[in-house]
């Protein structure tokens, strides 16, 4: 009766699973022949965790389920010493101070992104942090990646003249082409690159890259790479028969001593029409995507269904900053229940292996949603009157042993 009471009250309880309660029997010695001695039965209540519950629509961005095996990580408290416990209770809020927590107060954990937005999952619980993007506010982010789609002209007459790496940027020879972007530093300060191309021959290119003012970096010239750029016959980028010094990534050496870091190229694939192209139709840029650049005020908080938790800012600009692991056990239903609907680690249930979700073994992350209780109410009630008549049933028992014995004491009259 317990547990259909536990279950009833968390039929709302988001992530809650329900409560099975079974019964062992207790007997004595059972061989043929022997006297027969009455024995009983003993509870044995356990949580059905790994039964998952249906889907539910949320309009909240930060609240989340999980579409098979694994558990969000969380701790009780923001430290590093608090206690780790596993839920998968998704509805989570920012509070106070920036910190994603659920209904139950426990802090999601999640893996802090570099610039580059990578991490390194070392299967080490410590290497997790409390899941918070209000401390972006105020910051700047410097430039990680530069990609630019672009048509040369290939009816554009080739130069005949002798040209020397860095005559593009000395303004000692006329481009054919360029374009200008602003890059970020690590202080936020904003400095002008100009991409410049010059055609050679035919399906034959040089390219530059320039610092503009050229004092913006100790580069001599302000010139940060060059070299020449090959074309196939139908007008695809020919990598491999370009100098890899236009494709590698830039590490500018400001001369106001801000740090940056390296800055991948994207300026097309081998063979590809993704970046530069060569066909007969004007030179003109199609397309560009520079990130980086001065932080403002965090709008929202987005987390997509790969568990990439994104600062949303009131400029419309987004950054990744974390990435959610999911927690796997060998036996789900060996977990300790904790308060707040949240478990942690038994001697029954194995160690933990926390890994990105929808790898070796992890499910995946489903964002705007959440995981509904698996209590049936209807099966509960069923439950209710059943064990209320097996109750009532057993109770004759005492009241049938009370007129025995009253007839044994009778006896004697």
Do not use: C
Not at 63 to 85: E, H, K, P, Y
Request: glycine share 14%.
């Amino acid at each position: 009766m317990a547990s259909v009471a536990d279950n009833i009250t968390n039929i709302n309880t988001v992530g809650y699973k329900n409560a099975d309660t079974q019964f062992r029997t207790m007997v004595s010695d059972g061989r043929g022949g022997s006297s027969y001695s009455a024995g009983g039965v003993a509870a044995v209540t356990r949580s059905l965790v790994t039964k998952q519950g249906a889907p539910l629509a949320s309009a909240s961005p930060t609240d989340i389920s999980i579409d098979g095996a694994g558990f969000f990580v969380t701790r009780d408290g923001v430290g590093t010493d608090a206690n780790v416990a596993y839920t998968r209770a998704g509805s989570f809020t920012p509070d106070k101070a920036g910190y994603l927590t659920n209904s139950g107060g426990y802090y999601l954990q999640g893996w802090p992104l570099n610039a580059q937005g990578s991490y390194v999952n070392n299967g080490n619980l410590g290497a997790l942090a409390p899941v918070r993007v209000s401390q972006l506010t105020g910051t700047a982010a410097a430039t990680t990646k530069l990609q630019m789609r672009a048509n040369l002209d290939s009816t554009a007459a080739a130069f005949t003249g002798a040209y020397t790496a860095g005559d593009l940027a000395a303004g000692t020879t006329p481009e054919q082409f360029k374009r200008s972007f602003d890059l970020t530093d690590a202080q936020g300060g904003s400095h002008a690159v100009t991409l410049a191309f010059l055609k050679t021959g035919s399906n034959a290119w040089v390219g530059e890259i320039y610092a503009q003012p050229a004092s913006d970096v100790t580069a001599t010239g302000g010139l940060l790479a060059s070299g020449k750029i090959a074309f196939n016959a139908d007008g695809s980028l020919n990598r491999a028969g370009s100098d890899p010094g236009m494709f590698a990534t830039l590490t500018p050496a400001w001369t106001n001593g801000a740090g940056t870091g390296p800055i991948t190229l994207g300026l097309g694939s081998d063979g590809g029409l993704d970046g530069l192209t060569q066909f007969g139709g004007a030179s003109a840029k199609i397309s560009s995507t520079v990130d980086g650049g001065l932080l403002g005020s965090v709008a929202s908080v987005r987390i997509s269904d790969a568990g990439l938790v994104s600062a949303v800012f009131d400029d419309g600009t987004s950054r990744a900053v974390y990435q959610l692991p999911l927690a796997s056990f060998q036996n789900p239903d060996g977990l300790t229940r904790l308060p707040g609907n949240a478990y942690s680690v038994s001697d029954q249930s194995g160690s933990v292996a926390i890994n990105a979700p929808g790898s070796l073994g992890a499910g995946s992350i489903a964002a705007s949603s959440l995981e509904a209780s698996t209590v049936d109410l209807a099966s509960e009630f069923t439950n209710m009157i059943r064990f209320q008549r097996a109750y009532s049933a057993s109770s004759k028992i005492i009241t049938t042993v009370d007129e025995m014995l009253q007839e044994v004491s009778n006896l004697k009259r």
